[in-house]
């Protein structure tokens, strides 16, 4: 199984920017799907972005498209979330998650992944 680090979060201005990163640690990083969600207080876990085992492949949901950017790094085993422009609706704490897949697709679902961080808190103050 694979074991998953978040770090890189903390407290930033509205229209700032984070970079969360994720390293992975145990089987081989590039067989696994990877997603980020993110959970604010009172709600449910949603996802942000996910990314295909090459990288060749991204979702972001439409709260966050044109502002975050996910991206891998297969050779050192990390998973990056660049969030720019953040606005005070993005706080919440973000997980990074993976999936061990056969295809190199995109994976969306909460219910998709099996490995899963212990979260980062990112707040964006007003």
């Known amino acids: 199984q694979v074991q998953l680090v978040e770090s890189g979060g903390g407290l930033v201005q509205t229209g700032g920017s984070l970079r969360l990163s994720c390293a992975a640690s145990g089987r081989t990083f590039s067989r696994y799907g990877m997603g980020w969600f993110r959970q604010a207080p009172g709600k449910e876990r949603e996802i942000v972005a996910a990314?295909?085992?090459?990288?060749?492949?991204?979702y972001y949901a439409d709260s966050v498209k044109g502002r975050f950017t996910i991206s891998r790094d297969n050779a050192k085993n990390t998973l990056t979330l660049q969030m720019n422009s953040l606005k005070p609706e993005d706080t919440a704490v973000y997980y990074c998650?993976?999936?061990?897949?056969?295809?190199?697709?995109?994976?969306?679902?909460?219910?998709?992944?099996?490995?899963w961080g212990q979260g980062t808190q990112v707040t964006v103050s007003s």
């Open positions: 998650a993976g999936k061990t897949v056969q295809r190199d697709f995109v994976y969306v679902l909460l219910s998709d992944y099996n490995y």
């Open positions: 990314i295909s085992w090459s990288g060749g492949s991204a």
